[in-house]
């Protein structure tokens, strides 16, 4: 006849039963644990980072004539054009760019007002996108010079990812030329102007440079 077990193995062997079940009862509970609403978000659903490209520019058309002296106006590398501002009478006198710099979520950071080139007739204008916004393109009037000019804007992320327009800002200036509207390809943004100018602005021609994701 086999020895009776010991009470001593009894007490081990109901220990280590214990011990199975409430580990195999924790592996159930872990496995159909769900999110309450107060735990953070999945990273998956965080918002992608923009950065802008200034290694591949693109050059809109050229408007108005190329008599005077050349000028660039252009933002830093981590800035967009927000706005154009500069004087004018029957043609555009002066024009400056307003830059704001680009955030890594699509959003801007306080304008600058730039100095602008050209001469010191007619009236002050400003044309200036909403805070959240900023420049996709330019439209006006021109001829053999620079009669009208205004702008278009958008939000990064609205014309990056989905390729949708936002406001388009007063022109100001004359009557003379002929309508034109620029703009930058979808997911690009101006970040400068170039052309010739003495004591008026005679030409204008937008830089535009891609965000990258």
Not at 27 to 42: F, I, K
Not at 131 to 156: E, F, H, M, Q, Y
Request: include cysteine; charge should be negative.
């Amino acid at each position: 006849m086999p020895p009776r077990p010991s009470a001593v193995k009894a007490l081990l062997t109901l220990v280590t039963c214990v011990s199975l079940v409430a580990c195999a009862q924790s592996v159930e509970l872990s496995e159909v644990y769900t999110l309450g609403p107060d735990d953070p978000a999945p990273e998956a659903e965080l918002q992608p980072g923009y950065a802008i490209d200034t290694t591949t520019p693109l050059l809109l058309d050229s408007r108005g004539g190329a008599t005077g002296d050349p000028y660039a106006l252009t933002c830093a590398q981590d800035e967009l054009v927000v706005g154009l501002h500069g004087r004018f009478d029957a043609t555009i006198v002066a024009l400056g760019v307003i830059c704001s710099r680009m955030l890594e979520n699509g959003g801007l950071a306080s304008r600058d007002e730039r100095p602008a080139i050209g001469g010191s007739a007619g009236e002050t204008f400003s044309s200036e996108c909403s805070p959240s916004d900023a420049v996709i393109g330019v439209r006006g009037r021109a001829g053999t010079t620079l009669d009208r000019i205004g702008v278009r804007c958008a939000r990064v992320r609205s014309w990056v990812e989905m390729g949708a327009h936002g406001s388009i800002e007063p022109s100001f200036g004359g009557t003379g030329g002929v309508p034109f509207t620029d703009e930058c390809p979808p997911g690009y943004f101006l970040q400068g102007a170039l052309g010739h100018a003495a004591e008026t602005v005679n030409g204008v021609q937008g830089l535009c440079v891609p965000i990258t994701s």
